[in-house]
């Protein structure tokens, strides 16, 4: 049996500290950045990622192509950012 502690520690183990647009987060081990995106804009599974959206990992640009094989690592700084028209 196991008890809410070791529970709890097992959840820690497999979690990393992160921060997305400034704000610290806690995500599990093995997360990718599409799954951040979609988090942070409030997306399910389902739902198509809207256009003029990109997404920096350590000040690194990548291409939205690399966003499922991504792997987010521990202390990673996350920024997504929208495009929006306008002058």
């Known amino acids: 049996m196991t008890t809410s502690h070791e529970s709890a520690e097992r959840?820690?183990?497999?979690?990393?500290?992160i921060t997305v647009n400034g704000e610290n987060q806690t995500?599990?081990?093995?997360?990718v950045l599409e799954t951040?995106?979609?988090s942070t804009l409030t997306l399910d599974d389902?739902?198509?990622l809207p256009g003029g959206i990109a997404a920096a990992v350590n000040d690194e640009v990548i291409p939205r192509s690399g966003w499922a094989g991504h792997l987010v690592t521990s202390d990673d700084r996350i920024e997504i950012l929208s495009a929006?028209?306008?002058?």
């Open 84 to 87: 929006v028209q306008g002058g």
């Open 46 to 48: 389902s739902a198509a």
């Open 11 to 17: 959840t820690a183990e497999n979690s990393l500290a």
């Open 27 to 31: 995500v599990l081990s093995g997360a």
């Open 36 to 38: 951040i995106v979609r």
